[in-house]
């Protein structure tokens, strides 16, 4: 799931490394902006309780194809097997609605104008 070398990093206390990671395809002024909106997230329970999935209800996930800390290939695989979503992927990285927010609005667009489509 996650990229090796992200884990145990904290993008809040280092700037390189949330550039690194998380805002690498960010323009100068985008990057200086988005490095004052870090906060820490520990979704602790996302770790260790199994939620209840409704696969019948299409769904949608956009893959980060440049993603620096969630694998592209496990984003792309897990979304089909264990969500039943279709895959729309996205030239950008961790962030798209910062780095690429008109590709991350076009998307959200053409999906909510089709209807999302189930991958199975």
Request: charged residues 20%.
């Amino acid at each position: 799931m996650f990229d090796l070398e992200w884990l145990g990093v904290d993008p809040t206390a280092d700037p390189v490394l949330a550039t690194y990671f998380l805002f690498h395809d960010c323009d100068l002024e985008t990057l200086q902006w988005a490095l004052t909106t870090l906060r820490l997230v520990a979704p602790e329970r996302l770790y260790h309780e199994p939620v209840g999935l409704s696969p019948h209800i299409p769904s949608t996930y956009v893959v980060a194809t440049a993603d620096r800390t969630l694998r592209p290939e496990w984003c792309r695989a897990a979304a089909v097997d264990r969500l039943g979503a279709a895959v729309v992927e996205i030239d950008a990285g961790h962030c798209p609605h910062v780095s690429r927010p008109e590709g991350t609005a076009a998307i959200l667009a053409r999906v909510a104008s089709a209807g999302p489509t189930l991958a199975r």
